[in-house]
């Protein structure tokens, strides 16, 4: 019999979670998982998922509006919030009960409670059991930052903004990064009066300096109203319960709800890692080496609590690579290099590879860009001014394509495929020959001269 009572147990049942365990069963160990929330994690529950289904959602404001161009007559449109909200949870309840299911199909218990660590090879459950394992994956993510300021009780996070009761008609976001703009886009689309306010002077800063210009310009004649190196320092709560926000030196702005998107920091407060001789970073995340292996030999920890990188995908990868590593007789590490990501702003920009900036800090002035700024043609027909643009970084010492970076309509679809060709080292030349595919915005990536 063995000396413990799993093979690999595994707190945390997010996407990386979820991953590691399934592998980890399928090489024949013996896994369990605990999870005091939901099963699915962030990305499922609280994050991409359904954030991405209240973009197509709020993207039908602007499409009824476009129909009358294509010959549609449909009348008065109305929207109703509480519709698209429990459509949204119903399908995150759909896919948490799949990736309960994988669990259950590869034989992985499940613990619906906190699990901390008690020692190398010990967790304790929330409801004061000890188990034992082999090793121990830590997958417990990040959690919403909340400034500290007078009355930051009155706001919400990205993980209470699905809940909502109502749609609000004035929505204040602190915050510019990917998660701020894409709230910002979608309460903009359904109707509100939105405004963000950022400590810094600058959007979306991993971002290609080109791409966040256009995107700022677009928001803008949207109707965002941005206001720079302000974070918020007061929100009062009115007799109505309605807000008024104190950001900077600008006058109080009214508003229904006060989103905080200022990041996300490693889930790891109260997890005993002192227990088995972990020392967490300055911002909470769990050291690890390429293996994701701690400083402790029998615990690993994947995902956002590492804060590499901070994208599902990623998680996925590493969890996946842990389990090999562990039980599949497979010792492996993960590429973090070329990294496709994008916004789902409106409109939404993708980016892989090397920015103009970062290339020329690596490169000097041995680079070349290439450029195509572009009307869309379906923004040509129903009368809107919104521009695509689409950006190489070349080096121009080899000609291999360094970064592909782009704004406009199905920037990410079309990006997924030229991050395989930046992966690949392919060159420009390589884009020059390729037959361009006609009519499409993707052809303008082959069409750069």
Not at 311 to 327: C, K, M, N, Q, Y
Not at 369 to 385: E, H, L, Q, T, V
């Amino acid at each position: 019999m063995s000396e413990f009572d799993f093979d690999l147990f595994v707190i945390g049942a997010g996407s990386g979670g979820v991953r590691a365990s399934r592998v980890a069963a399928s090489h024949g160990a013996k896994v369990a998982v605990a999870e005091e929330h939901r099963i699915g994690g962030t990305c499922v529950i609280r994050g991409c998922v359904p954030k991405k289904l209240l973009v197509y959602g709020s993207h039908f404001a602007e499409e009824l509006q476009d129909a009358e161009r294509y010959g549609w007559s449909l009348g008065t449109p109305k929207f109703d919030w509480p519709t698209l909200r429990d459509t949204v949870l119903r399908d995150v309840e759909r896919i948490e009960a799949a990736y309960t299911a994988t669990l259950d199909t590869n034989k992985v218990e499940h613990f619906h409670e906190r699990a901390t660590i008690a020692g190398p090879n010990t967790v304790r459950l929330a409801s004061g059991r000890e188990i034992t394992a082999r090793y121990i994956l830590v997958a417990v993510g990040a959690w919403p930052v909340v400034p500290e300021f007078e009355g930051s009780e009155h706001c919400i996070t990205s993980n209470e903004v699905f809940h909502l009761p109502e749609l609000p008609r004035r929505v204040v976001i602190q915050g510019a990064g990917y998660i701020a703009l894409e709230f910002a886009g979608i309460f903009n689309a359904l109707g509100c009066q939105v405004t963000v306010v950022n400590r810094s002077d600058a959007i979306l800063r991993s971002y290609d300096e080109a791409l966040r210009d256009r995107l700022l310009q677009i928001t803008m004649t949207r109707g965002i109203e941005y206001k720079f190196n302000c974070p918020i320092t007061k929100v009062d709560k009115q007799a109505d319960g309605t807000l008024l926000v104190t950001a900077g030196k600008h006058d109080p702005i009214p508003a229904d709800i006060v989103l905080l998107a200022t990041g996300r920091r490693p889930k790891t407060d109260g997890l005993g890692l002192e227990n088995a001789g972990i020392a967490p970073g300055d911002k909470g995340e769990i050291p690890v080496d390429e293996f994701s292996k701690t400083s402790c030999d029998s615990i690993y920890a994947v995902g956002d609590v590492t804060d590499r990188v901070q994208l599902t995908p990623i998680a996925i990868r590493e969890g996946h690579a842990v389990a090999d590593s562990l039980f599949g007789g497979n010792p492996r590490t993960i590429a973090y290099d070329c990294i496709p990501s994008a916004v789902f702003s409106q409109p939404p920009l993708a980016a892989v590879g090397l920015t103009e900036r970062e290339a020329r800090n690596a490169y000097g002035n041995n680079i070349r860009i290439y450029s195509s700024d572009f009307r869309p043609m379906k923004n040509i027909f129903a009368g809107r001014n919104e521009r695509g643009l689409y950006k190489l970084v070349v080096d121009a010492g080899t000609d291999r394509v360094l970064g592909v970076h782009m704004i406009g309509p199905d920037s990410p679809e079309i990006l997924q495929t030229a991050a395989i060709a930046v992966r690949a080292g392919l060159t420009k030349a390589d884009f020059d020959a390729t037959v361009a595919l006609h009519p499409s915005m993707a052809e303008e990536l082959v069409l750069m001269r």
